[in-house]
Structure formats: structure tokens, C-alpha cells
């Protein structure tokens, strides 16, 4: 399985970005589907994740600002980020399971399989 994330970039506050994540090796249709970040220094953390039904969950510092979607034709999902802070600078992961339960979501070690970030730099 792979992952390509992508949509990352340099962006001042107030902007918005649009990330993406493109699976191959297999079909994303039922598995649940979440972006993580990780700032220089910090832990890896939860950012959204959107379930096989498209029920989503955000952390409570994006809820409002970032929105999860997802189009299982294209085997991708997406995060809309709009009104960007400088805290949101981070490296963006996309993580999948076909496995991880509604109450794990948040939990970096309940997902399968990752991709290789894209870096996301907001300027104040």
C-alpha cells in the first residue's frame, strides 16, 4: 500500500491550503481515514478523520477551519484548511485502517498504513 500526500506549501495566516492523499495497492472504500501532524519537536498529533459512512471528527484546534472529505472513486482523501495559523505549521500525515474503532480514531497507533507527509508552513 501507498500513500501519496500532497498540497503542502508555504502560506500566510489567514490563508487556506488543500491537501490530498492518493492510496494505491488498495481500495480505501471501506476504511476509515485520517490526517495527523507533527511540528518540529512535537509529537505526532491528531487532526481529522473521516469514517467509510463520511461521519468525521476533528481535533478541537482545527474544528471549524479544516474539513475532511473523501472520494473513494479516485481512492483519495482530501483537507480543506482555511483560515491557517502559524501553529498550524507541521508535517502532514494521511493515515488509513480498516480496522480502528470509532473510539480510536484519535490514536496514532490504531492506523495500518501511513504516507510520507507534506510540509505545511504558515507565516505570521
Known amino acids: 500500500v501507498q500513500l501519496q500526500a500532497s498540497g503542502g506549501g508555504l502560506v500566510q495566516a489567514g490563508g487556506s491550503l488543500s491537501l490530498s492523499c492518493t492510496v494505491s495497492?488498495?481500495?480505501?472504500?471501506?476504511?476509515?481515514m485520517a490526517w495527523f501532524r507533527q511540528a518540529l519537536g512535537k509529537e505526532r498529533e491528531f487532526v481529522a478523520a473521516?469514517?467509510?459512512?463520511?461521519?468525521?471528527y476533528y481535533a478541537d484546534s482545527v474544528k471549524g477551519r479544516f474539513t475532511i472529505s473523501r472520494d473513494n472513486t479516485k481512492n483519495t482523501v482530501y483537507l480543506q484548511m482555511n483560515s491557517l495559523k502559524p501553529e498550524d505549521t507541521a508535517v502532514y500525515y494521511c493515515?488509513?485502517?480498516?480496522?480502528?474503532?470509532?473510539?480510536?480514531?484519535?490514536?496514532?497507533?490504531?492506523?495500518?498504513?501511513w504516507g510520507q507527509g507534506t510540509e505545511v508552513t504558515v507565516s505570521s
Open positions: 493515515a488509513g485502517s480498516a480496522r480502528v474503532i470509532i473510539s480510536s480514531l484519535r490514536l496514532k497507533d490504531a492506523y495500518e498504513y
Open positions: 495497492g488498495r481500495t480505501i472504500r471501506r476504511d476509515r
Open positions: 473521516i469514517t467509510e459512512s463520511r461521519n468525521t
